[in-house]
T-cell receptor
């Protein structure tokens, strides 16, 4: 069993829809949770960074962490074609972020 | 911001040659940098952790003599793929740790290596 599970997709939704991306994990030691966006042939770009359980909002993006269920989510409101990318969840057990475990990534496509 | 650059962005080389990839943190000092490898439609696989002024720590299965890492300054780490073979063709991405407690890794744009 992988430490972090993420549905690879692809996920295709119409422009303006709300997108929900999810990951599950097995290691209860994870405390820090991240979402990265990666465009084709580019490096990952940090979108959201949260600590422990709860919600965090930044513009059209909302990250949720439920440690009791070992489940994290990223919601994208009013999705745009420019949001089309691969989204990677990632998590770490320590604040130094020296060991990050990545999900396999979900390919998202927003149809105009 | 936390900007990390990589050079070159793309390189094509002949089998048996060596290739050097540079990773720079442009607006912060990074005592720790990381090198990842990513195959098409797959996630990032950590190859090694590079600490300034000390030897790199390699992940299991990564040949340290083939993938030479040097972290000579707080803003520069280099990865040299020695005696490259076609199976080394991949997307290599570095990241840098800004160092503050509760901070995370910031990634470079990646280098696509093609070995003929």
């Amino acid at each position: 069993q992988k430490e972090v599970e993420q549905d690879p997709g692809p996920l295709s939704v119409p422009e303006g829809a709300i997108v929900s991306l999810n990951c599950t994990y097995s290691n209860s030691a994870f405390q820090y949770f991240m979402w990265y966006r990666q465009y084709s042939r580019k490096g990952p770009e940090l979108l959201m960074y949260t600590y422990s359980s709860g919600n965090k909002e930044d513009g059209r993006f909302t990250a949720q962490v439920d440690k009791s269920s070992k489940y994290i989510s990223l919601f994208i409101r009013d999705s745009q074609p420019s949001d089309s990318a691969t989204y990677l969840c990632a998590m770490s057990a320590d604040s130094s972020a020296s060991k990050i475990i990545f999900g396999s990534g979900t390919r998202l496509s927003i149809r105009p | 911001g936390a900007v990390v650059s990589q050079h070159p962005s793309r390189v094509i080389c002949k089998s048996g040659t060596s290739v050097k990839i540079e990773c720079r943190s442009l607006d912060f000092q990074a005592t720790t940098m990381f090198w990842y490898r990513q195959f098409p439609k797959q996630s990032l696989m950590l190859m090694a952790t590079s600490n300034e002024g000390s030897k790199a720590t390699y992940e299991q299965g990564v040949e340290k003599d083939k993938f030479l890492i040097n972290h000579a300054s707080l803003t520069l780490s280099t990865l040299t793929v020695t005696s490259a073979h076609p199976e080394d063709s991949s997307f290599y991405i570095c990241s840098a740790l800004r160092g503050s407690r509760g901070d995370t890794q910031y990634f470079g744009p990646g280098t696509r290596l093609t070995v003929l």
